[in-house]
């Protein structure tokens, strides 16, 4: 099966494809590398450079390549940023994804994994979050992944299309061998900021609220990792492949780190101490966000074997000691 992955030299794209490799499927990178790296696709990888808004080269691509299904991953993806310029995300996720999709129906590919997020859920009234949960997305980012689920859902229902949408909160960690790995441009992510303050690039992290009601008082948050997204994504695929209903999915570890739990996981795998800092809440910040991912291992068999805490910050240390630039060279 021939699996176009768009934005798969990004973080998680990298490492879906390398999953797809192993299993036997033979991805086709699509990237236009404003977020991506080159480094992050093996050479024997085939990569295209590409904008998912460019709908005749896609549409050619998808063509050309004889594309069977997309795993889609191209998209803005900073909650923050989302909010002060809505504009670049209803650009970049909402047309963009509409460009992919209309492309697949006039090509004839009619298979989708689609990288959406929790975020869909907004501030929860329960955890861990179910599939069944309200859609009350608080930020932009989060609004475009609904109406590209939303999208989705239609075109499933006027056309010949079938998708899985996967949602998850923070992906974390780094291919087990070190090769690839979380490499941003601002960097936003809690874990790489903990280890620029390990590695003496930061002075300091900080802790934004300490009076949460958890059990330290710092936010829970739920982590997995990213090896782990990557096996969920082919079995997503194959789910399709053997004629799999369009569904959405959670990927969880259900139980969530706090703030203060990463840090201490960092300093004792790490070896290294670093100030911590510790501010006032941000505007915004739910004490906690975990999913269930009850409905994935149950239907697809999924289980997360890298998600312990320490599983993923040994590896993602792994990457960020020996890659301190990055893909920089």
Known sequence: MNVLVTGGAGYIGSHVVEELCKTGYKPIVYDNFST?????????????????????FLKHVIGEYEIDAVMHFAASSLVGESMVDPAKYYYNNVAGSLGILDAMRETGANLLVFSSTAAVYGEPDQVPITEDAKHAPTNVYGKTKLMIETMMADYASAYDLRYVALRYFNAAGAALLGNIGEDHNPETHLLPLIFKAALGERKDIAIFGTDYPTPDGTCLRDYIHVCDLATAHVLALKYLAEGGLSKAYNLGTEHGFSVRE???????????????????????????????????????????KHSSIE?????????????PNGYAK
Request: proline share 3%; charged share 30%; aromatic share 6%.
């Open 36 to 56: 991506g790296h080159i480094d992050a696709v093996s050479d024997d990888v085939q990569l295209i450079e590409g904008d998912i808004h460019d709908f005749s």
């Open 262 to 304: 990463i840090i201490a996981a960092v300093k004792k795998i790490t070896g290294k101490d670093f100030a911590v800092r510790e501010e006032a809440r941000r505007a915004g910040d739910p004490a906690k966000l975990i999913a269930s991912s009850e409905k994935i291992k149950k239907e697809l068999h999924w289980e997360p």
């Open 311 to 323: 599983d993923i910050v040994a590896s993602a240390w792994r990457w960020h000691s020996t890659h």
